[in-house]
């Protein structure tokens, strides 16, 4: 590890990444020097990507994989595109951390060449750009995970991930790593080393943590499919924040193993990894892809489920669905106004679409929050502020739990607790599965999915999590176990969300959320919920996304 000061470190980090990408690729000074708050648009107005190139990055995995596939577009073009894409997404919100952008069209290039000699394609994936989470090793390049001793520390050597090996096999090609905050455990992107990452779709907003980078480079068009990984969220709120996708799948779906994490060997709440898209056609295609029989993850990771990816899951197709909705609160925490007036549009619709919905109490999330985060300082504290101390890192306002929990030690942390802690995340497991099956009645099965807010903010503004960083909404699944998917609804809109005039705090944290909101500042804000399914059921929840997805008719900006 490096033991120099953070300062230092993060300079020639930074120096590093910056080198890697070409200049050919910036946008002008000029052109900088004029952006709008919604920066999405850049690749389309800026005159700085060709007709060919914009409608790549346009265009979704699936478009690209068929068109590479009937030679329409080599690899090498969609590679070089994407690239050029990566390289202003992270000049307009500072997204990557590792350029791969050599190796990446080294890479297109020999698939071409594949494919023009033998007139196969190597994988189902074959010529597509993937971007990864920087926690995933990819040999040499660092893994830092948002750490200053990790960020100059070659991986050389190191085998690399399960899942990046069976991406790599298939055909993709990765050409960006991307942003996290420190340990991968804030709800906003931001670290000592590499900085603050900020959403493309208001600049003056957070893209969400952990996954922050991924999220605001796929937004710019910078990667038309990523990887993210959960353990409280962070697939899904930087899905929701900006606007996409984000399945966090039950935990042995997807190989896990070889990846870096934040606190390591600490397995009371299960990290997943999952797809995030803007499209939805995406999500499916990665998951019926990686977890195909012809792949078998499950020869390659021993925590991985022998359960191929199963196909039309809903039976009798077609048939309507009962669905529990959680309100505007989950009794800890209130929903600003846009996110409220999302809940009513889904329940709306869905009902007018012929769907059952029923309120959904939240009995028992504010348990298992408390749960979940005592967990998470617990077990990690000492693993992860010993990493800061040593190269004199400051520690992130909300990140002081973990401090706390440093100075405490971990002398209390014996078997007795780590028993107790375990009983009890079970007994809430337990708790909420027989609540979910007692929801049949009168001959009905039980509730098919439960759609809720993936967050208080449609997307905070930069910086407002430090104080008042709040995971409850996303957090639930985690200690549960249990698969969600993240949807867009629609936009913030001063005229249609005002702020509340007779509101009632439920908290002294739920008062602070309510006060940050302001319709002005957050017009235009991206909003998404989620629906979560019972464990296992990945597929179903993508069935049920795509069921919402067509009553809600949502439409990206262009």
């Known amino acids: 590890m490096d033991s120099k000061n953070y300062k230092e470190i993060g300079a020639i980090a930074r120096n590093r990444r910056d080198k890697s990408i070409p200049s050919s690729y910036l946008l002008s000074e000029e052109e900088l020097s004029k952006l709008p708050q919604d920066v999405t648009s850049i690749p389309r107005t800026s005159k700085h990507f060709s007709h060919d190139e914009t409608e790549i990055i346009e265009s979704q995995s699936e478009d690209l994989l068929l068109k590479i596939r009937e030679k329409i577009w080599t690899s090498l073009e969609v590679t070089e595109a994407f690239c050029k894409a990566a390289a202003v997404a992270q000049q307009l ?190 999500v499916k295609l990665y998951c019926e892809t990686v977890l195909s029989s012809n792949v078998s993850p499950w020869t390659w990771d021993a925590k991985c489920l022998p359960i191929p990816w199963r196909h039309d899951v809903i039976q009798p197709k077609g048939r309507k669905l009962r669905f529990g909705v959680i309100g505007a609160d989950d009794g800890i925490v209130t929903c600003h106004p846009p996110v409220e007036r999302a809940i009513d549009t889904v329940t709306r619709k869905l009902q007018d679409a012929g769907h059952e919905v029923i309120s959904w109490a939240p009995i028992d999330h504010k348990e298992i929050v408390i749960n979940l985060l005592a967990g998470f300082h617990e077990l990690g504290g000492g693993a992860i502020v010993s990493l800061l101390k040593a190269t004199d890192e400051p520690i992130f306002e909300s990140m002081k739990g973990y401090e706390a929990a440093a100075k405490l030690g971990e002398g209390a942390l014996g078997p007795t607790r780590l028993r107790m802690m375990a009983l009890k995340r079970n007994q809430l497991q337990k708790a909420y599965l027989d609540r979910w099956q007692a929801t049949a009645a009168d001959g009905k099965a039980p509730l098919d999915g439960i759609i809720m807010a993936v967050a208080p903010w449609s997307a905070a503004r930069l910086g407002t999590t430090q104080k008042t960083s709040y995971v409850g909404y996303t957090g639930v699944a985690n200690l549960l176990d249990l698969p969600a998917c993240t949807f867009p609804v629609t936009f913030a809109d001063r005229k249609l969300d005002p702020k509340r005039t007779d509101f009632n705090p439920l908290s002294e944290l739920d008062g602070q959320i309510q006060e940050d909101y302001d319709p002005d500042f957050y017009h235009g804000a991206p909003v998404a919920l989620q629906l979560m399914g019972q464990r296992l059921e990945d597929e179903k929840v993508l069935e049920m996304v795509e069921v919402v997805a067509e009553v809600l008719q949502f439409s990206q900006r262009r």
């Open 93 to 282: 919100t500072n997204c990557l951390t590792e350029i791969l952008f050599d190796e990446a069209i080294a890479r297109a290039k020999s698939l071409d060449e594949h494919l023009e000699r033998t007139g196969s394609v190597v994988g189902a994936l074959h010529g597509l750009p993937i971007s990864l989470k920087d926690c995933f090793i990819t040999p040499p390049h660092p893994a830092s995970i948002g750490i200053a001793c990790y960020a100059n520390l070659s991986t050389e050597g190191q085998p690399e991930s399960v899942l990046v090996k069976i991406l790599r096999d298939l055909g993709a090609v990765f050409h960006v790593k991307t942003n996290v905050p420190v340990a991968m455990m804030m709800m906003e992107t931001i670290n000592n080393v590499w900085g603050e990452t900020r959403n493309p779709i208001h600049t003056g907003l957070s893209p969400g943590g952990s996954s922050g980078g991924e999220g605001a480079l796929i937004a710019m068009r910078g990667s038309s499919l990523g990887v993210g990984t959960d353990i409280g969220g962070s697939v899904r709120i930087p899905s929701a924040w900006c606007q996409l996708y984000g399945l966090k799948p039950s935990f042995g779906r997807f190989p896990s193993w070889g990846g870096k994490s934040g606190i390591p060997g600490q397995e009371f709440v299960l990290a997943v990894n999952g797809p995030m898209s803007r499209s939805l056609d995406s």
